[in-house]
């Protein structure tokens, strides 16, 4: 494909200058989160947006500090056993609820009892899966009480597990947060609404606006007063129309940038533009449990080799992203990921093999591909996907449908695999760990979008688990991620980079491979009006 056709399918955003005289409040942060989240249940949060705002209105055991560091959290101080197998955290003295109530380790015991019973279907217990009885408890075979998470005393909890794991790191996750369950039980699904929500963390929640915005103000019950009283997050589901709010003095930081070249951006925006290494991989998702993926490797090979990368990268994100060749990004701690044996190959040359396994599938000038193509709204997505579909039907010949949904309505359609066939999947990290991200493939995993069952893939994931040391993990583990690639169940498409615009008087906005940015570590210096 010709350099000036995918040009062509660029949107001219408009060139502007940089962005307007702020007129915010001080005392108010404006942040930009992306979609509409789709719960403040913190065990059931599935996706990034949920996530930020999760962040600022609870604190886990352990918590982030603005680096991305593990800092003490509700657990002043905790002690591993000798084995790796007994973790052991003592509560800080005085932990209270955004109501008032003390805050006790039997209450989080109960919590995570409750984030692991099969009925909240919580998307991250699967990562969990080294706690005693944790499996079990999730698939129904044992009662919640059973998982090996214990209170002795008032301030203590201790975790069992039947083998090592970096449960400090797992603890980050939202699935970790205390839930406040005599709301939960008084008031079912709504406990997550304004003046029902009871959290712990530096905010509580004050509004939530539908397709607007989650307002969030300071816990007076949390140990430290965050500097900003207010933090406002805003929906931004089109990226587009977020960079003019940034323009109009309208937002303090935005929740991604919208693809444009990149000079232009920095002569723009300067300092304000904010890119870093990003531990997310973007890929399309194949539904293996339906025609026409089911049972067509050679077909889902071809839409693989079909896709340049280099120019999607270049001409369509523009923004730092690298071509991805595997579904582990570069960076993660530990760990030398796979890649597609052709990777290194000329794109003429996986071009010309991505025809012969078109040919091998079945098809044909005569019987072309009808496939549908998925994702959810947002400028990028669909600048994004308009190229991939262009791709297919320029080297393959196939006819291509593209469908854009609002994204509740996405998640749970890509979650059904039912009317999927490619879709837009990727991940992106909850813990630095490759197997947070090859854990996404594995039976029965809720994040399974692909319907891959693969009992080989699964044996590896097991031995990884089971691996005497670090380095015997992260071969077993690079061996799943090559037997995945070799099953073409994704097409993997590139690596993420993390892209923010942040006005200069936020302060305290520091790059983190995970981008996590609670709020509770920044501040706004006074504008002068």
Not at 349 to 374: C, H, M, T, V
Not at 430 to 443: G, I, M, P
Request: hydrophobic residues 45%; contains cysteine.
């Amino acid at each position: 494909m010709k350099p000036a056709f995918i040009l062509g399918l660029l949107l001219l955003l408009g060139s502007g200058t940089t962005a307007a005289r702020s007129s915010l409040d001080d005392n108010a942060l404006q942040r930009g989160n992306g979609p509409e989240p789709s719960t403040l249940d913190a065990h059931r949060c599935p996706e990034v947006a949920c996530g930020n705002i999760l962040r600022d209105l609870y604190e886990g055991l352990v918590a982030e500090d603005a680096r991305g560091q593990v800092i003490p959290g509700m657990a002043e101080r905790w002690v591993v056993s000798a084995d790796g197998r007994q973790w052991t955290f003592h509560l800080r003295p005085g932990l209270r609820w955004s109501n008032g109530q003390p805050l006790t380790a039997g209450q989080v015991v109960a919590s995570f009892r409750r984030a692991f019973e099969p009925a909240t279907a919580a998307p991250f217990a699967v990562h969990f899966d080294a706690i005693k009885n944790a499996t079990r408890v999730l698939r129904g075979e044992a009662p919640p009480g059973a998982i090996g998470i214990v209170a002795p005393d008032e301030r203590t909890v201790v975790f069992r597990l039947d083998r090592s794991a970096a449960l400090p790191q797992l603890l980050l996750l939202p699935i970790a947060y205390p839930v406040y369950l005599p709301a939960l039980r008084e008031f079912g699904a709504q406990h997550t609404r304004p003046g029902k929500l009871v959290s712990n963390g530096a905010y509580r929640l004050a509004q939530w606006a539908p397709q607007a915005s989650v307002t969030l103000l300071r816990n007076p019950r949390f140990r430290e007063a965050p500097a900003i009283a207010r933090i406002d997050f805003l929906v931004t589901e089109d990226a587009a129309s977020e960079l003019q709010r940034f323009q109009a003095g309208g937002l303090h930081i935005t929740e991604t940038v919208p693809p444009q070249p990149l000079p232009q951006l920095r002569k723009r925006f300067g300092a304000q533009l904010r890119i870093s290494p990003y531990l997310g991989s973007m890929w399309l998702g194949l539904n293996l449990a339906q025609p026409p993926m089911r049972g067509n490797p050679s077909l889902r090979e071809a839409l693989s080799l079909a896709i340049d990368r280099d120019k999607l990268t270049r001409y369509i994100t523009g923004l730092g992203e690298t071509p991805a060749y595997g579904v582990v990004p570069p960076g993660v701690a530990d760990y030398t990921p796979a890649a597609l044996p052709w990777s290194r190959n000329t794109q003429a040359a996986r071009e010309a093999l991505a025809r012969q396994r078109y040919r091998a599938a079945g098809y044909s000038d005569a019987k072309p591909l009808q496939i549908e193509l998925r994702y959810n709204t947002s400028t990028p997505h669909r600048r994004l996907n308009l190229a991939v579909a262009a791709m297919w039907r320029e080297v393959l010949g196939a006819r291509v449908t593209l469908r854009n949904e609002e994204w509740k309505v996405f998640v749970g359609n890509r979650k059904q695999r039912v009317i999927t066939q490619a879709f837009r999947g990727g991940w992106i990290a909850d813990v630095n760990d490759a197997r947070n991200f090859l854990a996404n493939f594995e039976t029965g995993s809720v994040t399974n979008w692909s319907g891959l069952a693969d009992p080989a893939f699964d044996a590896l994931l097991k031995a990884a688990d089971n691996a005497a040391s670090p380095a015997l993990r992260s071969a077993a583990l690079r061996r799943a991620e090559a037997h995945l690639l070799a099953r073409h169940a994704v097409v993997p498409v590139y690596f993420y980079t993390s892209k923010h615009l942040v006005r200069p008087e936020v302060q305290g906005f520091e790059a983190n491979p995970l981008d996590h940015h609670p709020s509770r570590f920044l501040s706004i210096l006074p504008v002068a009006r």
